[in-house]
């Protein structure tokens, strides 16, 4: 089980390395053109990252208890794996174009403290809305809410405040099931930035 799963994972951070890669390069087709394809990237990142962390949750419910704590100890739960490869490989492939990432109101990850832009984002997303987008002068933004699934309340559920089991340095949020409780947002500037 362990290293089906990982080999899985492993394929599965490469293909989506590679479709990053293919579409995020710079299409300079005019102005108008160039837009719209920066918004079909940002959807298709967001999208990316939600389905990476749907089958990794997928299976980490299915793994019993041995493997699971297995999993947990070598960091390839779904917030983990989906945060750090979408970190790490989505700016190196866009040369600094673009970037996603899981917004929430206390990221344990600092990689995911987002800009002045997306908490706005996400407290749309939390009055609601499927999907919300923003242009700057500079980017475009597009974001999706995360909504809890019961494999998250092992680490964030209730009771609030009580110590994480895997990683008690934090403590449970008292997050419940179906609750949005944060974003996946994606930025793709319009030209190359660090």
Not at 42 to 62: C, D, G, N, P
Request: aromatic share 6%.
């Amino acid at each position: 089980m362990n290293v089906k799963l990982t080999l899985g994972i492993v394929l599965s951070i490469l293909l989506v390395a590679a479709v990053i890669a293919v579409a995020g390069t710079k299409h300079d087709s005019g102005e108008h053109a160039g837009r719209a394809y920066d918004q079909e990237f940002a959807r298709l990142l967001v999208k990316l990252e939600l389905q990476t962390r749907a089958v990794i949750a997928k299976h980490y419910v299915k793994a019993d208890e041995t493997h699971r704590d297995w999993l947990a100890h070598n960091l390839l739960l779904p917030a983990a794996v989906a945060d750090n490869v979408f970190h790490e490989v989505v700016p190196e492939v866009t040369e600094g174009r673009a970037w996603v990432k899981m917004i929430v109101d206390e990221p344990r990850n600092p990689n995911n403290a987002g800009d002045a832009i997306t908490p706005a984002m996400l407290k749309e997303l939390r009055a609601g809305n499927d999907s919300v987008e923003r242009s700057t002068k500079n980017a475009y933004y597009y974001g999706e809410p995360i909504r809890a699934a019961k494999t998250c309340l092992v680490c964030h559920g209730s009771p609030q405040g009580e110590p994480d089991p895997y990683f008690p340095e934090y403590a449970k949020n008292g997050w419940e099931t179906g609750q949005v409780v944060g974003a996946v947002i994606a930025r793709v500037a319009t030209e190359t930035h660090d």
